[in-house]
């Protein structure tokens, strides 16, 4: 048990190594460059969670104005209905008009 530790100790040491030295980084800039990753991952975490916050109180507020945007909606059909009544039978008196003035040419 405490051989195949050593051996894995050992090969992520090596593999550690190789690591740095492709990059040419010592391992303080490696730790340095990892806190400065770390860093922004973390600021945009903090941002992600303010706009989530965000979107969930507009989400809320719209939800809330929901019932009087519906209520405007069916106030703008009844009349639109209201309209279309109305002027349905001018409609038809033009058409008929218009087929009578067809009919003559």
Do not use: C
Not at 52 to 58: E, L, R
Not at 67 to 82: A, L
């Amino acid at each position: 048990m405490m051989k195949t530790f050593l051996k894995i100790a050992g090969a992520t040491t090596f593999v550690a190594g190789v690591y740095l030295y492709s990059r040419k980084q010592t391992p303080s800039e490696f730790v340095e460059q990892a806190k400065q990753t770390f860093n922004v991952k973390k600021a945009a975490v903090k941002d992600w969670q303010t706009a989530y916050g965000d979107f969930k109180k507009s989400l809320a507020h719209f939800q809330s104005q929901l019932p009087k945007v519906m209520e405007v909606i069916d106030d703008i059909q009844r009349d639109v209905d209201e309209a279309s009544f109305q002027i349905q039978p001018r409609i038809e008196e033009i058409n008929q008009i218009v087929n009578h003035l067809g009919e003559k040419a």
